[in-house]
């Protein structure tokens, strides 16, 4: 058997499930979505959600048996074991569309600005925390990315290796 940071391991399906202390469960991450983004827990009925290392989460497009040792398994959707849980920009590009709260729609300059990094003073009137960045593509708004919401400014967190000049 591998180390535990290079394998991945199925989360457990509910607490009492659970054997590995800290370790998110299934419902958890459902809850989680639903709560923070109004993302249903049905959006992910076909995946599989796995940790690698300490509260690294990915969604897998199917099954198989646990634990895998392999370098990638689907794609990363979010960091736990720390205060605030974060999605990762993959997994609000991919199931960001489906979110019903805690979406902030930019203008050109501001989706500019966001895509290139920068925090910007913005007026919302919702949540703080971690938001769903959208800007308006062919006439629906589209997810862009992450951001952080907190006394009046966005902060962009979209990582430096995927941040553009537009």
């Not at 394998?7 to 499930?17: G, K, S």
């Not at 074991?81 to 999605?87: A, L, N, S, V, Y």
């Not at 007026?123 to 919401?149: C, F």
């Amino acid at each position: 058997m591998s180390d535990t940071s290079t394998r991945f391991d199925r989360l457990p399906a509910t607490d009492a499930e659970r054997t590995v202390e800290q370790r998110a469960t299934r419902a958890e991450v459902l809850d989680w979505f639903d709560d923070r983004f109004g993302i249903e827990p049905s959006v992910f009925e076909e995946h599989t959600f796995w940790e690698r290392g300490a509260g690294k989460i990915w969604a897998f497009y199917g099954d198989m048996d646990s634990p895998v040792d392999i370098e990638g398994l689907g794609m990363t959707v979010l960091r736990t074991r720390q205060e605030h849980w974060k999605p990762t920009l993959e997994a609000v590009q991919r199931f960001g569309d489906h979110a019903t709260r805690n979406t902030i729609a930019l203008s050109r300059e501001q989706a500019t600005a966001f895509m290139a990094g920068d925090d910007q003073t913005l007026a919302w009137d919702g949540d703080w925390g971690y938001l769903i960045v959208t800007h308006e593509l062919a006439g629906e708004q589209e997810p862009l990315g992450v951001g952080l919401y907190t006394y009046d400014e966005l902060q962009s967190v979209v990582p430096k290796g995927r941040r553009r000049e537009l």
